[in-house]
């Protein structure tokens, strides 16, 4: 079994995405996510931002030294440079930039960059073979496509927020950028695939991504349940509609474990192993929706087994039961799980400004042609003569660049 440890040893062959060249004009957070995800596996990604308003998920949370961390983990592998691109010497710079570049991806509401005369149109003059991803939070074109966007809102329309919570409770909002995450999934894959495509037709094509849809996808069926039955998902908390038990339970020491049923041979397992085998024999024990119905009986069932137990204890019958079971972490836990080490799914790596940082490691292991973080988020500003000057400008242009407020 290949480890990331190994790969690293052992691996030449460049990463997949060597190569291609990314500008992120992006902010907030499902383009620059998304194009974080294309410079893990080796894609030159250039992160444009504002020569006097840098991207503001450099001010995110929390900060050590004055510095950001959140920009360190979606500002890696990412060269850094400044343009103002509503400027005539910024747009004719990006323009530069744009001729040798395979894709931009950009999330000014729609209109701006047309606005400044960088449009699709405009663009693809410049590069006929550029892809243009355009991440927003409705859409280029529809009624609310001139709203300001963001994913709590794709949050709140898609379904997801009205379906999560305590029945009895109010629709409950994510604490994190859920949506922009999934959205940045589906762009880096719309980006692939319209890559694929232009091996074929030898031409880009623009990307239109809103923020509002990919969610909908992540929910399920729910649209075809309403549009055959009329079936809205109510607020269930931590069970569901579709099998049980399946809930989170306390145990004897005070920690919070989760057990999931999905699969009929689990459903009995677990009710063996608490006490309770003659449940099983009831018909409606068959189905996972017949079991959802009687979640009542089955969650005092094991959650009476279960508050009897510590978490170890419990951990380690469900283990020996093969059935499915989890302990509910924090991140403090999550930093010394054992499965998460032997993944390396955190990770270390240097960074000349803080020294050494763990953080998330790239999303997925390939055997041949790994992935990885070559360096964190980059000062503001940081690479904008190389980017320049490897685009054909010279130090006069970059010098009248600099004296208009093109960039920085």
Do not use: C
């Not at 693809?124 to 496509?145: I, K, M, W």
């Not at 009476?304 to 509910?328: G, N, V």
């Not at 993944?343 to 960074?351: A, H, N, S």
């Not at 790239?362 to 320049?388: C, K, M, Y």
Request: net charge negative.
């Amino acid at each position: 079994m290949t480890t990331r440890e190994d790969q690293k040893m052992t691996t030449t062959t460049p990463a997949p995405l060597t190569g291609l060249r990314v500008l992120d004009l992006a902010t907030l957070f499902a383009g620059p996510l998304a194009a974080t995800m294309l410079g893990d596996f080796g894609a030159d990604v250039i992160k444009v931002e504002h020569p006097t308003r840098p991207d503001p998920s450099r001010g995110h949370g929390p900060s050590k030294d004055g510095i950001g961390l959140w920009w360190k983990l979606l500002g890696r592998n990412k060269r850094t440079i400044t343009l103002d691109l509503s400027a005539p010497t910024g747009r004719d710079a990006l323009l530069r930039l744009a001729a040798t570049t395979d894709v931009i991806i950009e999330n000014f509401r729609p209109g701006t960059l047309e606005k400044w005369g960088l449009g699709p149109t405009e663009l693809s003059a410049a590069n006929p073979r550029l892809v243009l991803t355009r991440v927003t939070g409705f859409g280029q074109f529809g009624p609310y496509s001139h709203r300001p966007g963001f994913g709590t809102l794709a949050e709140a329309m898609s379904g997801f927020a009205a379906m999560t919570g305590d029945p009895e409770g109010p629709p409950t909002l994510p604490p994190f950028g859920l949506a922009d995450s999934i959205a940045a999934l589906a762009t880096a894959y719309a980006v692939m695939t319209a890559l694929t495509a232009r091996t074929t037709t030898n031409r880009g094509q623009v990307v239109d991504m809103a923020i509002i849809e990919p969610i909908l996808t992540i929910l399920g069926p729910q649209p075809l349940w309403y549009d055959q039955l009329g079936y809205v998902q109510p607020r269930t908390g931590n069970r569901s509609r579709n099998n049980a038990p399946r809930n989170t339970y306390r145990t004897a020491d005070g920690a919070w474990v989760a057990v999931s049923t999905s699969a009929q041979s689990v459903a009995e397992r677990v009710m063996r192993l608490v006490g309770r085998p003659d449940l099983i024999d009831e018909p409606w024990f068959t189905t996972g929706s017949g079991r959802a119905e009687h979640a009542d009986e089955l969650d005092e069932a094991v959650g009476h087994w279960i508050s009897r137990r510590t978490r170890d204890e419990a951990l380690a019958a469900f283990e020996k039961a093969e059935a499915a079971i989890a302990p509910i972490y924090d991140v403090q836990d999550v930093m010394t799980d054992p499965q998460y080490r032997a993944l390396d799914t955190i990770t270390k790596i240097e960074d000349p400004e803080l020294g050494p940082l763990r953080m998330q490691n790239v999303l997925f292991r390939l055997s041949e042609t790994p992935g990885a973080i070559r360096w964190a988020g980059r000062p503001h500003n940081a690479d904008t003569q190389a980017v320049l000057t490897e685009a054909g400008l010279s130090e006069s242009d970059i010098a009248t660049l600099r004296a208009t407020g093109g960039t920085k």
